[in-house]
């Protein structure tokens, strides 16, 4: 998870400097962000007690499938 983290470090922050020069077209999407939000806290809550159960399978796998749903058709 931490070099996942550094890895996006670099794009948020040029989205965070595009969005605040008002260039939205080159920052990241609001909606993205709380899909990313919402995946990293379901992310901690199932990863990282040990084992993840099928259910919190389908939970990841039903935001994988939002994400695509959105990404396709806004």
């Known amino acids: 998870m931490v ?4 890895v996006l470090a670099p794009e948020t ?3 965070v400097r595009a969005a605040a020069c008002n260039r939205v ?3 990241l999407n609001q909606l993205q962000i709380v899909l990313l939000m919402l995946t990293v806290a379901v992310s901690i ?6 084992r ?3 259910l919190q399978g389908g939970v990841h796998l ?3 499938a939002a994400f695509l749903f959105l990404t ?3």
């Open 3 to 6: 070099i996942a983290l550094l």
């Open 13 to 15: 922050i040029a989205a």
């Open 25 to 27: 077209q080159v920052s």
């Open 45 to 50: 809550l199932t990863v990282v007690p040990g």
């Open 52 to 54: 993840a159960k099928s």
């Open 62 to 64: 039903v935001l994988f």
């Open 72 to 74: 396709i058709a806004p």
